[in-house]
């Protein structure tokens, strides 16, 4: 994977990048947010929303703010501003005057939520005409969606008679003489996921009608929605067909040029573009389920990573990579900087050279308070080693304060409040729970047993074969 090739691609893209991408200019006044630091992003891919920052810019004293974003097409822009995600669609060389909505910051259990999702508002753009794809796409949506849910509604109650077609075709007639390609497949594909939810096409018809033989729109949104609910866990949606039991053998025999083969029986993946696509949906679809080998299916992608002529996807397969190798043994996990209770900020690489059991605890978790006293004593016995930090996900640092105040316990405890997407990036579901990164930085057990479940014996086994005792 990290080939010559990779090395190729990142320098071509980023020649591409500089040589073709037009700038947008953003800008406005909003006292409320005087001294805020606005940053603007995209995403690289809409399977796995990777993130990519596309522009910054500070709020000075008197409200104003202007950035510059790169951008090579019409492309969905947003930003984080306290409870709400601000999102516009912006094009290249054209200049957008934003009205920040009222500024409300997030209460402090928000913010330390690391699953509080913020409300996705279109926001307001002073300087645009009844042309601009903003406008465009604000006044189809008002009038599309207060009548989706309720069909949808009706759809889910049975309910024989709804009115689709109606509605598409008198939403359709204000529209008729638009000529903004953009925004045309935008509203195709919208009612293609109307269709769909509704169960008013098969998955087959919309399929046929909207995918087979059409460009992939790889930066609208309504069309890669639609995409990800049409090919959801397609493998295992293929491999019930007649002949689609041969999937299985595909991936275990990490083929990807027999995988290929085989999803081509299906007449909507003749298209090479349309069929990577799926496979790179499915693959992501599929890592984190029970249905197919982890190594294999990480096989097939690197496979398809090395052999796509294309440039998307080869972009998308880098971004299923880095999220689903995160948290498996052999990789390096994300870096982090938390606060310990005197407030010094103290990084994961401070322990580089040592084992590292990390371990994600509350001091209100029995279990937790249960398994203290065996990591203090694993602390005394393999100290020279073995370092043990613990990330607690109190909702006050002054209760972890308190509680080392009182406990004694000396190894590293940090708080996780200046950074509480931390849960998120370990996919942290309960507490406690452990994982033994290496002296190299690369997790070894992940995750980890825990003191109870023998966690010496496995540690004490390493070292050994190791040399280190």
């Not at 982890?294 to 796509?308: F, H, K």
């Not at 507490?431 to 057990?445: A, E, N, R």
Request: proline share 3%; net charge neutral; glycine share 4%.
């Amino acid at each position: 994977m990290r080939s010559a090739k990779l090395v190729l691609a990142f320098i071509m893209a980023l020649v591409g990048y500089t040589s073709y991408s037009q700038e947008a200019i953003i800008y406005g006044n909003a006292p409320d947010y005087k001294g805020d630091e606005i940053v603007f992003y995209y995403y690289s891919d809409f399977i796995t929303s990777t993130e990519t920052e596309v522009g910054r810019c500070n709020v000075d004293e008197k409200g104003t703010f202007n950035a510059r974003i790169k951008i090579l097409e019409t492309t969905y822009v947003f930003g984080y501003l306290g409870i709400y995600k601000i999102y516009f669609f912006a094009e290249p060389n054209k200049k957008y005057q934003l009205l920040l909505p009222p500024k409300e910051d997030k209460t402090e259990a928000q913010r330390l939520n690391p699953f509080f999702r913020e409300t996705e508002t279109q926001v307001g753009i002073l300087n645009v005409d009844k042309s601009d794809i903003n406008f465009l796409i604000n006044s189809f949506d008002l009038k599309f969606n207060e009548n989706f849910d309720q069909i949808v509604m009706d759809a889910y109650k049975g309910k024989k008679s709804l009115n689709i077609d109606s509605l598409v075709n008198s939403i359709e007639n204000q529209y008729k003489n638009t000529n903004n390609q953009y925004f045309n497949d935008y509203r195709n594909y919208r009612y293609g996921l109307l269709k769909q939810v509704t169960f008013y096409k098969k998955s087959t018809s919309i399929s046929n009608e909207l995918f087979l033989n059409k460009p992939v729109l790889y930066n609208n949104p309504s069309y890669m929605e639609l995409f990800n609910l049409v090919y959801d866990k397609y493998f295992l949606f293929f491999s019930r067909s007649l002949t689609g039991n041969v999937i299985f053998k595909d991936i275990s025999n990490r083929s990807l040029s027999g995988l290929k083969e085989t999803l081509s029986d299906n007449e909507v993946l003749s298209n090479d573009t349309l069929k990577e696509m799926v496979i790179l949906k499915a693959l992501y679809d599929e890592f984190f389920s029970d249905n197919f080998s982890r190594s294999s299916l990480l096989a097939l992608l690197d496979s398809m990573y090395l052999t796509t002529k294309n440039a998307e996807h080869l972009l998308i397969a880098e971004n299923i990579r880095s999220k689903i190798t995160k948290l498996l043994p052999g990789f390096v996990p994300n870096t982090f900087t938390l606060k310990d209770i005197n407030g010094t900020e103290i990084n994961l690489d401070k322990f580089e050279g040592k084992y590292v059991y990390l371990n994600f605890c509350t001091t209100t978790s029995y279990t937790c308070l249960q398994e203290f006293p065996l990591l203090d004593k694993l602390k005394n016995k393999y100290g020279k080693h073995l370092e043990i930090v613990s990330i607690s996900a109190d909702k006050e640092i002054n209760d972890l304060k308190s509680f080392l105040q009182n406990s004694g316990y000396t190894w590293t405890f940090l708080h996780y409040g200046n950074k509480p997407d931390i849960i998120k990036d370990f996919d942290i579901r309960a507490y406690p729970t452990y994982f033994l990164i290496g002296p190299d930085k690369k997790l070894i057990l992940s995750p980890a047993p825990s003191p109870k479940e023998n966690f010496e014996m496995k540690f004490f086994q390493i070292l050994r074969n190791k040399g280190l005792i």
